[in-house]
């Protein structure tokens, strides 16, 4: 069965304390893995898509690398605005159609 | 502005009541898709559609309906048979069955 687990549940911060954020994944056959920003009653914000191991994509302070296990969204001089919950989901194999498993999600808090 | 509307915001239903939630995209995207998201828990998948006139469950459908008239429109129904209704709704599209899913702003159903 395919199976997201993120660590750790909460972490904060001070501003400006770098840190990362961890996704563990067992699927077979990944085709894709998804980072999104989730503020509080709100919709996720798409962040990120990788796909294969050793990809790494950037946007402002934040950096999402794969592996052939987990992926990590690292936090670079994180400002109180970067507060949020971020998840993160995998793409199941084509056989099983177009399903992302997600999971429970980081909740990120920086303080001034 | 291109995006995903979902209405109402805040829904409030009696035990026994059926109750549709609305969500409408302007995306062009062919895929549409319901989650429930409940405290400290991941998104779980109820019902997706990758084709007008065609949806397929998702993970925990029992209790839901859905209808795919229009590309544009992705209804889902609560019925009275959802044991625990009470939930944050969350409806994505994507513009195929592997890229990344775009999210709307969400419904929290309260049931009482």
């Known amino acids: 069965e395919d199976q997201v687990t993120q660590s750790p549940e909460a972490l904060r911060l001070q501003e400006g304390e770098s840190s990362s954020l961890n996704c563990s994944y067992t699927v077979s056959g990944l085709r894709g893995l998804f980072w999104y920003r989730q503020d509080p009653g709100k919709g996720p914000e798409f962040l990120f898509t990788l796909y294969s191991a050793g990809e790494e994509k950037e946007k402002e302070r934040l950096k999402a690398t794969l592996t052939k296990k987990e992926s990590f969204l690292h936090i670079t001089a994180p400002k109180p605005e970067d507060s949020a919950t971020y998840l993160c989901a995998v793409a199941r194999p084509e056989t099983s159609g177009s399903r992302l498993t997600f999971g429970e999600g980081t909740q990120l808090t920086v303080n001034p | 502005d291109g995006g995903i509307t979902q209405s109402p915001k805040y829904l409030f239903r009696k035990e026994g009541q059926n109750v549709t939630l609305s969500c409408e995209q302007n995306?062009?995207?062919?895929?549409m898709y319901w989650y429930r998201q409940d405290p400290g828990q991941g998104l779980r998948l109820i019902y997706y559609?990758?084709?007008?006139?065609?949806?397929q469950k998702g993970d925990i459908a029992e209790g839901y309906s859905v209808s795919r008239e229009k590309k544009e429109s992705f209804p889902l129904t609560v019925t009275s048979a959802q044991k625990n209704p009470t939930a944050f709704y969350l409806c994505?599209?994507?513009?195929?069955?592997?890229?990344?899913?775009?999210f709307g702003p969400g419904t929290r159903l309260t049931v009482t």
């Open positions: 559609s990758q084709i007008v006139n065609d949806f």
């Open positions: 995306l062009n995207h062919d895929a």
């Open positions: 994505a599209s994507s513009d195929d069955r592997e890229g990344e899913q775009y």
